[in-house]
């Protein structure tokens, strides 16, 4: 298996909803990535983990929470969220989990749509 | 800081016609340097790295620390070129780099037939 699969694909939730969108890998890579997309723009990092730790939160607001229960898994819980929010969320991983990791290939998932009403 | 400059926001040129998408960046490290594509309807996916210099698809690509450029070029166009370039700079320091990709705004190549 060699892709990054996300669920679901269309997501629409109300401001008080909580959701979560998930993103699978089983290709033993341990970086594991959420971008954000809005419409004709291009991807932005929102956090980075390796070996199942956050190394990276690019000071995203507290109402998008991650999680990475493992190696193979990543989770990006969704709460009280608001309209602006609405976007394209993109997993991505890469092999090496480590600092070292140079000019490393990210694989994505083709994306999660969110529309939050 | 860093950025990553796409100036064209769309190109079209014919088949079989050269085609060379434009990426200038600013930063004061070594920066990584990498062409993702995205084909319609199709997840996005690495096309080239610098550090690789090797040519994918008949692309090639050049950095140039001199201009800040990491230019795309093809000679000959296919319309199957037809895509989403972006662009991406991956600001190289020490103990903390990982696939911490900053993106250009992307540069939308129509090849006609």
């Known amino acids: 298996d060699t892709e990054v699969t996300q669920t679901p694909k269309h997501l629409v939730m109300g401001m008080t909803n909580k959701k979560s969108l998930k993103c699978e890998q089983h290709m033993g890579h341990r970086a594991m990535y959420w971008y954000k997309q809005k419409a004709k723009k291009p991807p932005e990092l929102m956090f980075v983990y390796s070996y199942e730790k956050l190394s990276i939160n690019e000071s995203v607001p507290s109402r998008f929470s991650p999680e990475c229960p493992n190696s193979s898994l990543l989770n990006l819980h969704l709460h009280a969220l608001q309209p602006e929010d609405s976007a394209l969320y993109l997993c991505?991983?890469?092999?090496?989990?480590?600092?070292?990791?140079?000019?490393?290939?990210?694989?994505f998932g083709s994306g999660t749509q969110l529309s939050v009403l | 800081a860093q950025r990553v400059t796409q100036p064209e926001k769309l190109l079209s040129v014919f088949k079989g016609a050269p085609v060379e998408l434009k990426c200038n960046y600013s930063?004061?490290?070594?920066?990584?340097l990498f062409w993702y594509v995205q084909y319609s309807r199709q997840r996005l996916q690495l096309l080239l790295r610098?550090?690789s210099r090797e040519s994918i698809k008949g692309f090639t690509a050049d950095l140039n620390k001199g201009e800040t450029s990491f230019h795309l070029k093809k000679p000959f166009a296919q319309e199957e070129d037809s895509a989403m370039y972006y662009c991406a700079l991956n600001p190289w320091r020490r103990g903390s780099t990982l696939g911490r990709l900053y993106f250009g705004r992307g540069t939308q190549l129509t090849v006609w037939p």
């Open positions: 991505a991983s890469s092999q090496k989990g480590t600092t070292r990791a140079a000019n490393e290939k990210l694989f």
């Open positions: 610098h550090i």
């Open positions: 930063y004061s490290g070594s920066p990584e």
